[in-house]
C-alpha cells in the first residue's frame, strides 16, 4: 500500500481555532487588542524592544529597509540564494539589489564573498536564516552597514531574531509560524516608529510609497497561537530532521546524496537534499512517482545583472525540499526515507 505525503501540512488545532473564534467573536477584526498581544510576544522572544506586525514578510522588509533609511539610488546586499520577496523589498525602495553567493555548507550569505560587492552606495545587508540554519550575522555586522537578520525560516532559537540591527519574519501559511499571511519588523523604539507611521495610510498626504500594511486581528490571534506553540513545533521537526539523518547517512557522500549540515545550532524548517548526477526536477517527478511530494525551496529569481554566484547556481539547480513538518507521521517518515533510498540506490 502506498501513502501519499504532501510536501507541506498545516499544524493547527483546538488552541488555534479557539484563538481565531474568540477574535471573530470580540468585534474587533482589525486596530483591536490581538495585534499589540502578538507584538508584545514577539518583542520579549526576540529581546528587542518592540515588534510591529505588518501585512506580510516582504512588507515587514519593504518598511525596515525604509526605516533604516534605504532610498532611491542605494544598494543592498542580498543573498543570491533566498526568495525573490528580497529583491521586490529592494527594488520597492527605489533600491538596488546586489546578489551576494552564499556557503555550501548551509546554503547562507557568505560574509567572505561580501567585500567585492560593497560599494559607496551600499545601504545594508539582509541575511536569511536559509531552511532554520543561523546565519552568521557577527560576521556581516563587521562591514559596518546596517544588517537585516530575516526570520522567516528560523526564529527564536539559536539567536537568531536578536542578533541585527532589525529583523523581520513571515507568517504565510507554510512558515515556521504560519496564520495564513503577515509579518513583523523586530527592532528599537525609532525604526518601530517609523513601521508604525507607514504601515497605516490613514489620515496622511497621498504617497505612492504609502501603502496598507496592516495586519488584521483575526491573523494576530493565529500568529500568536503558533508563537506559543513554537518550541513544541521546533522539537517536533528536529525529531524527524533526527529520523532522516540517521536513516539516509549511509547514502551520503560517495553514496551520491547530500545531505544538510545539522552541525549547528540550527532549526529545521526545510529539509534540502541534493542527489548527485540529478537536477531537482528529476528528483522531484521521480519522489512524486513513489506517492511523495517534494519541492523546490526556493524559486530562482536573478538577472543577468546578478552576476554568475556559483554556490546559489548549484542550490537553485539541485536543492530538494523533504516533507518536515510537525505532523508527519512515522508511517510517512517511513515512505519518504524508503522513496529516498530507492532513488538513490536505483
Ligand atoms: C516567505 C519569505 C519572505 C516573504 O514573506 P511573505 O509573508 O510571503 O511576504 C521573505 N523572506 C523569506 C526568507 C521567506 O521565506
Redesign the pocket.
Same mark, same amino acid.
Given at each position: 500500500m502506498t501513502i501519499a505525503v504532501p510536501h507541506n501540512r498545516l499544524t493547527h488545532g483546538a488552541r488555534e481555532a479557539e484563538a481565531v473564534a474568540a477574535a471573530v467573536a470580540s468585534g474587533y477584526w482589525a486596530g483591536g487588542p490581538r495585534v499589540g498581544s502578538l507584538e508584545a510576544a514577539l518583542a520579549e522572544r526576540a529581546r528587542r524592544p518592540a515588534a510591529v506586525a505588518v501585512g %506580510?514578510? *516582504? &512588507?515587514a *522588509?519593504r518598511l525596515a529597509l525604509r526605516g533604516l533609511g534605504v532610498a532611491p539610488g542605494d544598494e543592498v546586499v542580498v543573498p543570491a540564494y %533566498?526568495?525573490v /520577496?528580497?529583491a521586490n523589498a529592494v527594488l520597492a525602495c527605489g533600491a538596488r539589489p546586489v546578489a551576494v553567493d552564499v556557503t555550501p555548507a548551509d546554503w547562507n550569505l557568505d560574509p567572505a564573498k561580501v567585500e567585492a560587492a560593497l560599494s559607496r552606495a551600499s545601504k545594508a545587508i539582509v541575511a536569511?536564516h536559509?531552511f532554520g540554519a543561523p546565519a552568521d550575522v557577527a560576521a556581516l555586522k563587521a562591514f559596518g552597514l546596517p544588517v537585516v537578520e530575516?526570520c /522567516?525560516?528560523g526564529f527564536g532559537h539559536a539567536g537568531m531574531g536578536d542578533r541585527s540591527d532589525v529583523a523581520i519574519t %513571515?507568517?504565510?501559511a507554510t512558515?515556521l509560524m504560519g496564520a495564513g499571511? &503577515? &509579518?513583523a519588523v523586530l527592532c528599537d523604539a525609532p525604526i518601530a516608529g517609523f513601521v508604525r507611521q507607514w504601515r497605516d495610510y490613514g489620515d496622511q498626504q497621498p504617497d505612492g510609497t504609502r501603502l496598507n500594511d496592516k495586519m488584521s486581528d483575526i491573523t494576530a490571534a493565529l500568529a500568536l497561537s503558533q508563537l506559543q506553540r513554537l518550541d513544541e513545533l521546533v522539537a517536533r521537526r528536529a525529531n524527524i530532521a533526527g529520523r532522516y539523518d540517521a536513516a539516509l547517512a549511509p547514502l551520503a557522500g560517495s553514496g551520491g546524496l547530500t545531505l544538510p549540515g545539522s552541525t549547528a545550532a540550527r532549526v529545521w524548517y526545510r529539509y534540502p537534499i541534493e542527489v548527485a548526477g540529478r537536477d531537482a526536477a528529476s528528483v522531484i517527478a521521480a519522489l512524486a512517482a513513489k506517492g511523495i511530494g517534494a519541492a523546490e525551496p526556493v524559486w530562482d529569481w536573478r538577472t543577468a545583472e546578478q552576476g554568475t554566484c556559483a554556490v546559489a547556481a548549484r542550490a537553485y539547480r539541485g536543492l530538494v525540499s523533504l516533507p518536515l513538518y510537525p505532523t508527519l507521521s512515522a508511517d510517512e517518515q517511513d515512505a519518504v526515507i524508503a522513496a529516498v533510498k530507492m532513488l538513490v540506490l536505483d
Amino acid at each position: 500500500m502506498t501513502i501519499a505525503v504532501p510536501h507541506n501540512r498545516l499544524t493547527h488545532g483546538a488552541r488555534e481555532a479557539e484563538a481565531v473564534a474568540a477574535a471573530v467573536a470580540s468585534g474587533y477584526w482589525a486596530g483591536g487588542p490581538r495585534v499589540g498581544s502578538l507584538e508584545a510576544a514577539l518583542a520579549e522572544r526576540a529581546r528587542r524592544p518592540a515588534a510591529v506586525a505588518v501585512g %506580510s514578510g *516582504l &512588507g515587514a *522588509l519593504r518598511l525596515a529597509l525604509r526605516g533604516l533609511g534605504v532610498a532611491p539610488g542605494d544598494e543592498v546586499v542580498v543573498p543570491a540564494y %533566498s526568495c525573490v /520577496a528580497l529583491a521586490n523589498a529592494v527594488l520597492a525602495c527605489g533600491a538596488r539589489p546586489v546578489a551576494v553567493d552564499v556557503t555550501p555548507a548551509d546554503w547562507n550569505l557568505d560574509p567572505a564573498k561580501v567585500e567585492a560587492a560593497l560599494s559607496r552606495a551600499s545601504k545594508a545587508i539582509v541575511a536569511v536564516h536559509t531552511f532554520g540554519a543561523p546565519a552568521d550575522v557577527a560576521a556581516l555586522k563587521a562591514f559596518g552597514l546596517p544588517v537585516v537578520e530575516d526570520c /522567516a525560516h528560523g526564529f527564536g532559537h539559536a539567536g537568531m531574531g536578536d542578533r541585527s540591527d532589525v529583523a523581520i519574519t %513571515s507568517f504565510y501559511a507554510t512558515k515556521l509560524m504560519g496564520a495564513g499571511e &503577515g &509579518g513583523a519588523v523586530l527592532c528599537d523604539a525609532p525604526i518601530a516608529g517609523f513601521v508604525r507611521q507607514w504601515r497605516d495610510y490613514g489620515d496622511q498626504q497621498p504617497d505612492g510609497t504609502r501603502l496598507n500594511d496592516k495586519m488584521s486581528d483575526i491573523t494576530a490571534a493565529l500568529a500568536l497561537s503558533q508563537l506559543q506553540r513554537l518550541d513544541e513545533l521546533v522539537a517536533r521537526r528536529a525529531n524527524i530532521a533526527g529520523r532522516y539523518d540517521a536513516a539516509l547517512a549511509p547514502l551520503a557522500g560517495s553514496g551520491g546524496l547530500t545531505l544538510p549540515g545539522s552541525t549547528a545550532a540550527r532549526v529545521w524548517y526545510r529539509y534540502p537534499i541534493e542527489v548527485a548526477g540529478r537536477d531537482a526536477a528529476s528528483v522531484i517527478a521521480a519522489l512524486a512517482a513513489k506517492g511523495i511530494g517534494a519541492a523546490e525551496p526556493v524559486w530562482d529569481w536573478r538577472t543577468a545583472e546578478q552576476g554568475t554566484c556559483a554556490v546559489a547556481a548549484r542550490a537553485y539547480r539541485g536543492l530538494v525540499s523533504l516533507p518536515l513538518y510537525p505532523t508527519l507521521s512515522a508511517d510517512e517518515q517511513d515512505a519518504v526515507i524508503a522513496a529516498v533510498k530507492m532513488l538513490v540506490l536505483d
